[in-house]
């Protein structure tokens, strides 16, 4: 299983971005997919996850609203779409798959394969 993100970028306070995570061999085929960030000096923060199934997903509460994951399977590609982009929004933006279940899904220890990381900024 390998997983790339990118889409990642510099962007001003209220600007979207989309940020997309190709997978490779049986990735989708995994319980959970899901996206979180890291700022500097901050522990990895959950943002959204999405089932195996597409019918449920979770977002954290600091983009709920905002933000939308989604997958598309004929692609092997996931995407979290980001709008109305906050300064507190800055980080670096991992992808992830794995076994999470519902009581894990916002874990980062629940997933065990992750993406390099892409690197969203947004200026006041």
């Known amino acids: 299983v390998q997983l790339q993100a990118s889409g990642g970028g510099l962007v001003q306070a209220g600007a979207s971005l989309r940020l997309s995570c190709a997978a490779s061999g049986d990735t989708f085929n995994l319980p959970a997919l899901g996206w979180f960030r890291q700022a500097p000096r901050k522990e990895r923060e959950f943002v959204a996850a999405?089932?195996?199934?597409?019918?449920?997903?979770y977002y954290g509460d600091s983009v709920k609203g905002r933000y939308t994951i989604s997958r598309d399977r004929a692609k092997n590609t996931m995407y979290l779409q980001m709008n109305n982009l906050k300064p507190e929004d800055t980080a670096v933006y991992y992808c992830?798959?794995?076994?999470?279940?519902?009581?894990?899904?916002?874990?980062?220890?629940?997933?065990?394969?992750w993406g390099q990381g892409t690197l969203v900024t947004v200026s006041s």
């Open positions: 992830a798959a794995g076994h999470a279940i519902l009581s894990t899904v916002t874990t980062p220890t629940a997933y065990r394969y």
């Open positions: 999405i089932r195996r199934s597409g019918d449920r997903l």
